[in-house]
């Protein structure tokens, strides 16, 4: 699978950007997506998950209420729209699929990886 993430820039606080990333082949579905962040100097940071069907979604605490993951499994895509944005989200966003299993914001249980899309938020 071969993952491409866009839609980052500059956005000034409590702004929004939606976040889309496209993956490769015929099986997208069978894959769950997951969405990371990482800022200079920090380690990456679980931001949302969801499911091959769609059915189940999964959050990290910071952006419960703010962000929303979505997926198409007709276009290959998986989507995180970002609202009420903070300058601490202001991060590189990478995509990520994992083999079907339980949904997991443990980025090292993930088989496969955008080359991300850098947010900055202004304060």
């Known amino acids: 699978v071969q993952l491409q993430a866009s839609g980052g820039g500059l956005v000034q606080a409590g702004g929004s950007l939606r976040l889309s990333c496209a993956a490769s082949?015929?099986?997208?579905?069978?894959?769950?997506m997951g969405w990371f962040r990482q800022a200079p100097g920090k380690e990456r940071d679980f931001v949302a998950a969801?499911?091959?069907?769609?059915?189940?979604?999964s959050y990290a605490d910071s952006v419960k209420g703010r962000f929303i993951v979505s997926r198409d499994n007709a276009k290959n895509t998986v989507d995180l729209q970002m609202i009420g944005l903070k300058p601490e989200d202001t991060a590189i966003y990478y995509c990520?699929?994992?083999?079907?299993?339980?949904?997991?914001?443990?980025?090292?249980?993930?088989?496969?990886w955008g080359q991300g899309t850098q947010v900055t938020v202004s304060s």
């Open positions: 969801i499911g091959g069907s769609g059915g189940s979604t």
């Open positions: 082949g015929r099986t997208f579905s069978r894959y769950n």
């Open positions: 990520a699929a994992q083999t079907l299993g339980v949904l997991t914001g443990n980025p090292n249980l993930y088989n496969y």
